[in-house]
């Protein structure tokens, strides 16, 4: 049976090396980084079931912006945040929003890994479905087309030229379809193959 992937963030090597060391002997496969840019690096790379980051991290970014990238590389990963400060239950809430538990440092490893095993068994608290810009821009065309044209409504000056509903938004359904195809290409955007008659 393959062991359950974690990834480790924490900026202090000591805990680094000794949590991942006790992780590993409860059968985690634990992968560790010592900064934001670290650990994004590895979840671009490898899929995890769970992060278990520190919240506060030195230099750029912290726990949030691991688990902000997290969420969007696999909404499927559990995401527990570590923190030093016990009074921040005010902050809590919002933070909750994006990870799905929060535990205060230091904490017996014991607890730690019933409190892994539990959120695994429950699954991420915000899973959610990431969609393509292509993916959305397809299903909300008519919508977005329809809005666009309310707001045209409202300029007198454009209204004065007096032009049915296709005649000023006949267009726009090809247009759509033309960036949607362009955003689903493996071509970079500005190649000559990909020129929208449409626009």
Request: aromatic share 4%; net charge negative; proline share 3%.
């Amino acid at each position: 049976m393959a062991l359950t992937k974690i990834l480790l963030v924490d900026d202090d090597e000591v805990v680094r090396s000794t949590l991942g060391s006790l992780l590993e002997e409860h059968d985690f496969d634990v992968t560790t980084a010592g900064s934001v840019s670290e650990a994004l690096k590895h979840i671009s790379s490898t899929v995890f079931k769970v992060l278990l980051s520190d919240l506060h991290m030195p230099g750029a970014g912290d726990g949030l912006t691991v688990v902000s990238a997290m969420r969007h590389a696999n909404p499927q990963a559990v995401t527990i945040l570590l923190s030093s400060f016990p009074e921040m239950n005010a902050a809590a809430h919002a933070i909750l929003l994006q990870a799905d538990q929060i535990l205060v440092k230091p904490m017996n490893v014991t607890a730690l890994v019933e409190a892994i095993k539990e959120r695994l068994a429950i699954g991420p608290a915000n899973a959610r479905v990431v969609e393509t810009v292509a993916a959305i821009l397809e299903r909300t065309a008519q919508s977005t087309i329809e809005d666009w044209f309310k707001l045209v409504e409202t300029d007198k000056k454009v209204m004065e030229i007096s032009l049915s509903f296709e005649d000023r938004s006949g267009y726009l359904h090809q247009l759509f379809r033309d960036l949607v195809h362009r955003l689903k290409s493996s071509k970079p955007i500005g190649s000559k193959e990909l020129v929208s008659a449409a626009a």
